[in-house]
């Protein structure tokens, strides 16, 4: 059997986080490989901007991850592709008369976020890394095994048979990671009783540069705003429905489902006027007891999962890629191999808090506007509605949801 093929680092899973990784540690003098079980040939994005042309995926960016994205050189190719800055944010509650208006001016910012395909920023990524000298992309190739050697190193199998050895193996491979399973990291998990339905639409009126998101007792709703044409409006929708009632709303006709969004939505964007076959996700969260071992890291969805309501998960997992291309290359700089336990823990005691802390607000958000009973509802929507006349408060909240304090 020919012998392995060595590297500083593999990276397991070419999606946002393990593509952005491996563009974040090229220069730094290692030898890196991007592991992908999917083929990741050039698959050029539609130009067209029909309804069934957008990504049923797509993620709303705070401005530190636009940022992280920019300094990568990845951002000019997603903005100049398509994307939507949103200004606003209106959330309102199904039950009652509490509603919150965030707009980019009390933070004196250029926008809130934008929404974006994830197709569009994993393509952009992938250029970064077809031009990387120390990068070798190995895809399709999905991870069979992997061990810790006597020697420290891991041992990975690929399916086919090929043979890698590395000092640091970084998961990247999603929320059902087989990295974490195989090197036996403990996980919590629950299951939010949620399923995520997600399609894009054409709505009447324009969206207003506003993503908007309704609180019902069977789950949130978001209408997020993507790039239309002069008299054609698209969002983008998440709708989180409890897992009893997601079956029967996935197998609505077209027609039948535009008028339940419409009704879910109050019509704040008028009729909707039509819509694209529904995905469904399953909504867990999970938490790794620990993110790291010797030679091991999780980052992103291989580490933490999180309901997708504010639209935080894949801006903390660029955050935890940040982080850990940071101590990795500084490690490297002082001599220090990317493996080290001690410079793995770094990244952990970095990221390991933010994660938890939004995690818990999220889970708190979901939690308390379930509840049906009179005066929690009266505590919410008494709550929404002080929040909104208290603008050192909600500025808080912003920079917060922005990642930027
Ligand atoms: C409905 C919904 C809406 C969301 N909205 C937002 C939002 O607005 N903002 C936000 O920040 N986040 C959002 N998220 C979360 C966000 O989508 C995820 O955090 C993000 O996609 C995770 O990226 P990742 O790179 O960690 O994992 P993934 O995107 O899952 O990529 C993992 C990659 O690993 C590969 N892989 C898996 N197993 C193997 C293997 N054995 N061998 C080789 N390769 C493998 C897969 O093929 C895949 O390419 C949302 C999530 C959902 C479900």
């Given at each position: ?53 957008f990504d049923p995926r797509v993620s709303a ?25 949103y200004?606003?944010m209106?959330v ?21 976020g934008?929404i974006v395909e994830n ?73 939010y009783?949620h399923r995520a339905i997600v399609a894009t639409i ?9 993503a908007w998101q309704r609180f019902l007792?069977t789950g949130p709703l978001a209408l997020l705003p993507l ?7 698209y969002c983008s929708i998440v709708w989180s429905v409890?897992?009893?009632?997601a079956?029967?709303i996935l ?10 969004l419409?009704?879910a939505s ?9 819509c694209t076959?529904r995905y469904a996700h399953p909504l ?21 999962t999180i309901h997708p309501l504010a639209g935080q998960g894949i ?47 999220m889970?708190?958000?979901k ?39």
């Amino acid at each position: 059997m020919a012998d392995p093929r060595r590297y500083d680092v593999v990276i397991v899973g070419a999606g946002i986080a393990g593509a952005s990784l491996a563009v974040a540690l090229s220069g730094e003098g290692l030898r890196i490989a991007l592991v992908e079980a999917l083929p990741l040939g050039e698959r050029p994005l539609p130009r067209t901007a029909n309804l069934a042309d957008f990504d049923p995926r797509v993620s709303a960016l705070t401005p530190r991850s636009v940022g992280f994205l920019q300094a990568l050189g990845a951002w000019d190719a997603i903005a100049a592709y398509r994307c939507c800055s949103y200004h606003h944010m209106t959330v309102w509650d199904a039950e009652g008369t509490g509603q919150i208006e965030f707009d980019r001016a009390e933070v004196a910012a250029a926008e809130l976020g934008h929404i974006v395909e994830n197709r569009a920023i994993v393509h952009a990524l992938l250029a970064l890394v077809n031009d990387a000298p120390d990068i070798s992309v190995l895809s399709p190739a999905a991870l069979q095994s992997c061990s810790r050697l006597p020697s420290k190193a891991i041992s990975l199998e690929l399916e086919g048979g090929e043979r890698l050895q590395a000092d640091l193996l970084v998961a990247a491979d999603g929320a059902l990671s087989r990295v974490r399973e195989m090197m036996g990291f403990v996980c919590r998990e629950w299951d939010y009783g949620h399923r995520a339905i997600v399609a894009t639409i054409e709505v009447e009126r324009p969206h207003q540069e506003t993503a908007w998101q309704r609180f019902l007792p069977t789950g949130p709703l978001a209408l997020l705003p993507l790039p239309g044409g002069a008299d054609r409006h698209y969002c983008s929708i998440v709708w989180s429905v409890q897992e009893d009632k997601a079956d029967a709303i996935l197998a609505l006709d077209d027609d039948t489902f535009c008028a339940a969004l419409e009704r879910a939505s109050e019509a704040r964007l008028g009729t909707v006027l039509a819509c694209t076959r529904r995905y469904a996700h399953p909504l867990r969260q999970r938490h790794a007891v620990d993110y790291v071992q010797p030679g091991v890291a999780l980052v992103a969805d291989a580490a933490h999962t999180i309901h997708p309501l504010a639209g935080q998960g894949i801006n903390l997992g660029l955050q935890d890629v940040a982080v850990l291309a940071e101590e990795i290359a500084a490690g490297h700089r002082g001599g220090i191999h990317p493996g080290e336990l001690a410079l793995l823990r770094r990244y952990q005691r970095r990221r390991k808090g933010e994660n938890l802390l939004m995690m818990s607000a999220m889970d708190g958000f979901k939690r308390l506007f379930e509840q049906q009973s009179l005066p929690l509802r009266w505590v919410r929507n008494t709550g929404m509605r002080r929040i909104d006349s208290l603008p050192p408060v909600k500025r808080q909240l912003m920079r917060h949801a922005m990642g930027l304090g």
